[in-house]
């Protein structure tokens, strides 16, 4: 064999030993590596089991209303999960019934930065906008833009028409408010509200007949109903599927003046309707001192 030859099967012998060293070398890396994402996959599949296992356990807290276990159960989920719309909707809910105001708000602004078209999240920002109550952010402007908004998202649903209606009441926009309520009813007939500030628009401008009528239809379509009928209720869509926002007792602002309405018969109107519209005029008599405070 010439020297050429013993050159070429020196280098030959050489890039035989380089290639078996680096074969050694990355097969325990790449058994690491397929280790490490099995591991990784397992620990993922493990969070989100844990995740949906308190999502449910909060939902369970939720509807027994065992509303501070709903709110730890919600809180660990979206630790596993932060982006979670539901989980971030009904958390918000739970601090509203908690009167943990500054909590729902925050919760609810970051169901808005996860998802900028959840309409229910900018209704339940607009209620709690315009709750009067001790501790809570009113903010008349900032409810109209919250309103304003899920109605620009979801045009089906008639609950921010009805704020909106309320908001231009509080600021003694009759005619505006009227427009609202109409529209409301021509989409949902049975809406007790809309019918009670209808008519207290008439009683205010002096129309008793018209007044009292308005005031017994909200009587009316306060009572119960079957919920085989179809019926659409308060906060329904025009179409007649679910609402988008559940309703709350709490940071609603006419609700102590319609709630017991279903017990009132045809009779007990004309004794009712001063009573009654005299307090809504006091409400707003209070909310405009606020305003102007």
Known sequence: MTVTGWQRLAVAVVALFIAVLVLWRVRPRQESTTTGATAVSAAEREA??????LYRSG??????????????????????????EDALYYLGNMYLTLGQFVDAERTWKRLVE?????????SRLGD???????GAPFDLSAAQADFERALQIYKEETGPVLRLGQIALLRGDLAGARAHFDAVVGSNFRSVEAYFLQGFIAWHEGDQGKASTL????AQYARPVESESGVAGEGDTKAGASPMVVQQARCRLFQPHVE???????SDIPAQLDRRYRRVRGLLGQVRRKLSA
């Open 59 to 84: 939902t369970g807290h939720r509807i027994a209303g065992r509303t501070q276990q709903a709110v730890d159960d919600y809180v660990a989920a979206l630790a596993l999960n932060e982006r979670h």
């Open 48 to 53: 989100v089991r844990r995740f949906w296992d």
């Open 260 to 266: 017991d309405l279903g017990q009132l018969e045809e």
């Open 128 to 134: 709690l906008h315009l709750c009067l109550e001790e």
């Open 114 to 122: 996860v998802n900028p078209m959840s309409a229910r999240a900018h």
């Open 215 to 218: 005031l017994a239809r909200a």
